[in-house]
């Protein structure tokens, strides 16, 4: 069993279901017993505040990447509305304007130094607090914000789906970036039309997506569409167990945990 893993779970653009993808993966680890750790890196649209009802903060993870505060004083423990073992913690990009504003003007001196902090979550959370996984939610695309969390993860999960544009720039980002840090990649196929499933099969769709990307296959996901008219506000790992979302999730989570994603 692989323990104190750092996943980013990225996307070439967004509507890609990337952090409806962070949230639910963050969910399964737990209901699975793990303490884990979700944070949120993409400071430009920052939406988990949104998705997990949490309108105020004494401390974001701005504060954190500024220097302002240590990373204790920057998780919110939400694991007393959690219905198992499992422990989770959130890290939350503050969504205020203002704040947007000031992250998106920071310069590569800041970035550097962001990075840094980043890396050092390895030891802080992983080592001495013991949490099994961390978990970044990022930015869509090429931001720096972006790059930082790949440099620190073990694991990118590329949220992607069959949309040309989508599928050129996720084979680009495969090549000039991923590649360039040598990281464990394995790509999720979102909201995949069920015609497309009907069409090939699925063991036929998975042999399709790697000859495009050329990584391995952590999961297919069709197109729900209860999943989509939730639009965030149920956490299908946690409060639809039976539903082939669900499964699809801990399927991923149990690749992930024994080692073979």
Request: proline share 2%; glycine share 6%.
């Amino acid at each position: 069993m692989v323990l104190g893993r750092i996943i980013a779970v990225h996307s070439y653009k967004g509507g890609t279901g990337k952090t409806l993808l962070s949230v639910n993966l963050a969910a399964t680890f737990v209901k699975h017993g793990k303490k884990v750790c979700l944070l949120d890196l993409d400071f430009r649209a920052p939406s988990l505040s949104t998705i997990l009802k949490i309108e105020k903060a004494e401390h974001w993870f701005n504060d954190y990447l500024n220097g302002t505060c240590e990373i204790d004083k920057a998780l919110i423990d939400l694991s007393d509305g959690i219905n198992n073992d499992g422990k989770l913690f959130v890290g939350l990009a503050n969504p205020a304007t203002e704040a947007i504003r000031d992250i998106s003007a920071k310069d590569r001196k800041w970035e550097m130094r962001a990075l840094g902090r980043l890396l050092a979550l390895r030891n802080s959370l992983l080592n001495d607090k013991g949490f099994d996984y961390l978990i970044f939610d990022t930015s869509p695309g090429l931001q720096y914000s972006s790059i930082n969390a790949i440099v620190s993860a073990d694991l990118v999960i590329v949220a992607t789906t069959f949309d040309k544009s989508d599928v050129d720039g996720t084979r680009r980002m495969l090549r000039e970036l991923y590649d360039l840090f040598e990281k464990k990649t394995e790509i999720v196929l979102n909201k995949v039309l069920y015609d497309v499933s009907s069409k090939f099969g699925k063991e036929e769709v998975q042999t399709r997506i790697k000859d495009i990307y050329q990584v391995p296959i952590l999961g297919i996901i069709p197109c729900f569409c209860d999943v989509s008219k939730a639009e965030g506000n149920i956490i299908f790992a946690q409060e639809r167990l039976e539903h082939p979302f669900t499964k699809i999730l801990d399927e991923m989570a149990y690749k992930i945990d024994n080692n073979k994603a």
